[in-house]
């Protein structure tokens, strides 16, 4: 892609403080678009910020609960305050938390459907109307997943989340279409990420055994697919998604879950 493909682009990515999320705000600025960072750790989002200003490019933090309205809107004003506009909007802030289904419990169930569903639910609805306002187009990226392709134990209420953000973006398609706006989702499998690798330092050496391609992802794999979805290179791809799983949803062997700790 070219060095400068995002030049004059304005993005909010969520839950950026680290792994993922952080990979693609790093990317857009380095090819020149201006970044809102959102965390729920103010530290982690002042400090990603601060990085990404002083290596890459424009980047400007904004911590908050990205589920809650009012950061949401706060953060689509950011964006108008500090670039003029907003064009691009990645609702990447989730969360995963692990459940024998019987014994679920149903506050887990609603922080996994308020963080995953709701707030990208109305992240992709702020963004939406001030990019109509704007009458200019738009891109609009869910973080999706694997699991919601392929079922996976203990992941029931996770898998559903992820499933409706795919289903979200194909129905948006009819109402964000007639105004220049793209909406699509990436669905990454096993990632090396912070969190990842220190839930289990064994993350690596499990996945890579069933993974065809003989590794998990790591963050700049579903960053280079995510910015290719938000470039002008995708301009007509939309309601889609795309998974980025070294071959894993192909066959789909599931990783010894005999040592996990399981919510309960």
Known sequence: MNSQLFDGQVAIVTGA?????????????????????NDADETLASDAARSIRESVGNCVAFAGDASKPEIIDGMVEEAVKCFGKLTIAVANAGITLYGDFFEYPAENLQKVLEVNLMGSFLLTQAAAKQMRA??????????????????????????????G???LAKNLVLELSPFGITINTVAPGATLTERTLAEDPTYPKIWSAITPM????????????????????SGHITGQSLVVDGGWTSVSPLPDLGNMTINK
């Open 17 to 37: 403080g680290q792994g993922i999320g952080f990979e693609i705000a790093r990317q857009l600025a380095s090819q020149g678009a201006g970044v809102i960072l």
């Open 134 to 163: 704007q009458k200019s187009g738009g891109r609009i990226l869910l973080m999706s997943s694997v699991v919601g392709h392929q079922a996976h134990k203990f992941l029931g209420a996770y898998a559903m989340t992820k499933a």
């Open 165 to 167: 953000l795919e289903m």
């Open 214 to 233: 003989g590794r998990p992802a790591i963050c700049e794999d579903i960053a280079n697919a995510a910015l290719f979805m938000l470039s002008p290179h």
